[in-house]
């Protein structure tokens, strides 16, 4: 602890807020730059791609703003404590500060040193707190315990291992998934199989596999004695209890509760200890989707948890595989919410839910791509669970390194001994 010194965040770099070029000009945006949001700082260290870019013309709108690879980003307004690190030069808007590092500060230091801060700030800012926003020069006078830049790059080496394995593990779970999409995609909407064997090309698929799909296409365009059927066919559908939020809690008190809000990030934010008498606790590997807004569908990979009013459950029937279900009911899904276009605030029911037709194969269809999908998705659960685990043990380790209460060297002692 003696070699830690309290800076300002001011003297750690050039601090940087980001602007907004003007909407109304549309050779502002897509070209080279990221132009980085809040919803884009999404839980990744380092920030390689946005959903929005600028233009060589935008950027220089807003030049003044620009920010380098290995700027250090938080939301400070609205949304305070996300962060990032810039892959390459980017910019963002003006909820955003930055810090371009001094070259003694490790970027990646400064960024964990940002997510410990960003954890004070938004616990602080209920209430009213002046913290909700936190400007640039607020956020310029805001101090933090810097040790000397080895021990910076020590600490960022080890609480980056547990994020580089995150990542990876992202990675190859977004490539797991789209595997089974692209087999779901061949062999269940463009009828691959079955449009080959009518151009008479070659078998791509082993001999069993290939015996099982039609000859020809029907009158409708779907292989012949393939069926569109109801979508209970393959689910039933169970619906979330309304939980009482009077006795939600903050502190892993009881069972957590799967909300909307939870079901991209796939961690649940509130727990219960109520036992609600049509409570539904869903497991991982699960599909769940929101009914309000947006109706993404979700394989759960989070811990076991309630499932909240408004988020439903598609529970598949026997002989039905969990990765056939999940991407059939994608296109209907986005169907309706393409049909609600325009609406002020959409709602899914179960009215339009008994609407919904999928396209049923066959069982023995539905069997073989089953073996082959469900130890892709099964692969996707088991990495989710254990980057759950790393995250766990990397937030433990966050204020101990980052207060000097814990050193990198009585890690390594401790390891070394366990050895």
Known sequence: MNSF??????TLGRVVTGKTPSTANDDYFGGPYPFITIPDLDGRVVIDSSARTLSQTGAGAIKSSLLPAGSVMMSCIATVGK???TARTSFTNQQINS??????????????AFREIGHVLERSGGGGSVYTNVSK?????????VPPLPEQRAIAATLGALDDKIELNRKMNATLEAMARALFRDWFVDFGPTRAKMEARAPYLSPDLWSLFPNRLDAEGKPEGWEVRSVYDFANVVY?????????NT?????????IRDLATHEPGVWT??????GHLIEPGDIVVGMDGEFRLHVWKGAPAWLNQRVCHFEPRPGVPTAFLAEALIEPLAFFERGKVGTTVIHLGKGDIDTFRLLHPGTELLSAFGEIARSLIDATVKNATESRTLAQTRDLLL?????????????????????
């Open 399 to 419: 204020p101990r390194l980052m207060s000097g209460e814990l050193r990198v060297a009585d890690i390594n002692s401790e390891e070394a001994e366990h050895a």
């Open 83 to 85: 962060c990032g690190i």
């Open 251 to 259: 502190d892993s008190a009881g069972i957590p509760l799967i909300r």
């Open 5 to 10: 010194t309290t800076r300002k965040i001011g």
């Open 137 to 145: 020069s607020r956020f310029s006078d805001i101090e933090l315990l």
């Open 240 to 248: 979330g209890a309304p939980f009482a939020s009077k006795q939600f």
């Open 99 to 112: 810090v371009i590092p001094n070259e003694d500060v490790d970027a990646q230091f400064l960024y964990y």
């Open 273 to 278: 200890e109520e036992v609600h008498p049509k």
